[in-house]
């Protein structure tokens, strides 16, 4: 293989097993930005190495491997030695002998899905539910601040310090990189939901970059999700966000054209919809109704991805119903954003003048002032209106907002065919 094919495979593998890698080394060293450091010597070693003996043909073990060698050579050399090996004997009650060999067979014990424990992690109560999401789409998605910025509709400067400051509020409370068990898993679940959510839209919806989609951050959240289906069945809220997630993933192969750009809701080939995915996440509202849990968030968005999912054709779509969800999901979970899609139902339920009327309630909240989907939603409005002067201007101001490469040639798109 060509050095630069070798070198594509290699980032290819590190953008996969990144935050697993993490994972596994915050469990192991208990220092989040150790863990990254160590992700990233491993990451250097592959490239000196693979190009001369080739990609080796399990790359994720390799990574790890190597990193976790990195990080035993590391305990020996550190002073700090000494303190590692006292808080896990802690933890075990000294009951154990605690040489490094001890040690590194206590590493590859299986404690359960590490990933999820990050994300436990993650979310510990004492981080600021902002500062919980913030870090787990950067440990686990990946993420850059810009990106996380985007999805939290801040800014740069003030996701990184988030970030930092998370980092270490956690190292201090030392905080276990494990899934908590007993009852102290329910109060820490909320935040880990919301955390998988905007992991599986950052994927749905790239904030930035050239491509729109981004399958396997979606492929990460349903993966996470069915793992906390499995630890609490009986929890409406687990059911009901995997559902809303089987079911928006089911669309993603038809979000782009062949040539990559953005395909809206109204205008995809429903037969590439995935059918198994929906009826998965059919299957898992059904369940949900059944706990009597109907009027959870969660429920509700997954209530209405299932209006799509159910209409064969975009005429189909059953707007009256989406609207009335949405105006139950404005009372239950109140912003900006949800008040946003409130105004997109209700123009298609009952004509673009009623969208008009809601959206321009929200212009002024200044957490949608440089949101893109604001001024796209008016443009569309308008140009249903047939106000297509007002409409251009409006998808032009959407463009200038957006980071997404796809969605800004789509929106420009639309600006120009209301000349």
Known sequence: MAADATHRA???????????????????????DRAEELAQDALMLALAEWPRAGVPANPGAWLTAAAKRRAIDGFRRSAMQERKHAEIAREADGACDMSIEHLEARLDDDLGDELLGLIFAACHPVLSPEARAALTLRLVGGLTTLEIARAF?????????????????????GVAFEVPRGRALAPRLASVLEVVYLIFNEGYAATSGPDLVRPPLCAEAQRLGRILAGLMPEEPEVLALLALMEIQASRLAARAGADGAFVPLTEQNRARWDQLLIRR?????????????????????????????????????DWKRIAALYDRLGQVMPSPVVELNRAVAHSMAFGPEAGLALVDAIAGEAALRNYAPLPAARGD???????????????????????????????????????
Do not use: W
């Open 10 to 32: 290699i980032e290819a593998v590190f953008r996969i097993e990144r935050a697993r890698l993490i994972a596994t080394l915050a469990r192991m060293t208990r220092d989040v």
């Open 153 to 173: 509709l801040s800014n740069e400067a003030a996701i990184a310090a988030r970030i930092t400051r998370a980092k270490k509020a956690i190292a201090k409370a």
């Open 281 to 317: 996440g059919l299957k898992a509202l059904e369940r949900v109704d059944a706990l009597g849990g109907a009027d959870g968030p969660y429920a509700l968005q997954a209530a209405l991805a299932a209006c799509h999912a159910r209409a064969r054709r975009a005429e189909d779509t």
């Open 381 to 419: 409005f308008l140009l249903r209106a047939g106000r297509k002067a007002e409409a251009k201007a409006a998808f032009e101001a959407a463009a200038a907002l957006t980071a997404n490469e796809r969605e800004r040639d789509f929106l420009l798109g639309r600006a120009a065919a209301c000349r």
